[in-house]
Nanobody, 129 residues
Framework: QVQLVESGGGLVQAGDSLRLSCAAS????????MGWFRQAPEKEREFVAT????????YYADSVQGRFTISRDNAKNTVYLQINSLEPDDTAVYYC??????????????????????WGQGTQVTVSS
């Protein structure tokens, strides 16, 4: 099992920046890829970004490309999501996820929510205009 704990959310103003963290514990040596997803009020959860735990290769949703940066610190078993120029539409609960499923496919393949076996409890990000 892998346990994930997100932190770093909060209430911010449009234009501000935030860095979300996701600390992994447990069977971390089995993690292949980690990702961030978000769920806005009354909307379905959507993919944000993913990073290969081994290579560091990344892939982003078109809606966040250029403003969001996903990164990892394997020594700390932590994945980060840097969010710049926050917009009210970024308001959502942000979830961290991990998968042990290896694939020869590109990082883009891991934008699929169904591939992830472990999820954190989420951290709320609220952006005021």
């Amino acid at each position: 099992q892998v346990q994930l704990v997100e932190s770093g959310g909060g209430l911010v103003q449009a234009g501000d920046s935030l860095r979300l963290s996701c600390a992994a514990s447990g069977r971390t040596s089995s993690i292949y890829t980690m990702g961030w997803f978000r769920q806005a009020p009354e909307k379905e959860r959507e993919f944000v970004a993913t990073i290969s735990y081994m290579t560091g290769a990344t892939y982003y949703a078109d809606s966040v490309q250029g403003r969001f940066t996903i990164s990892r610190d394997n020594a700390k078993n932590t994945v980060y999501l840097q969010i710049n120029s926050l917009e009210p539409d970024d308001t959502a609960v942000y979830y961290c996820a991990a998968t042990e499923r290896a694939s020869y496919r590109s990082t883009r393949y891991y934008s699929r929510e169904s591939l992830y076996d472990f999820w954190g409890q989420g951290t709320q990000v609220t952006v005021s205009s």
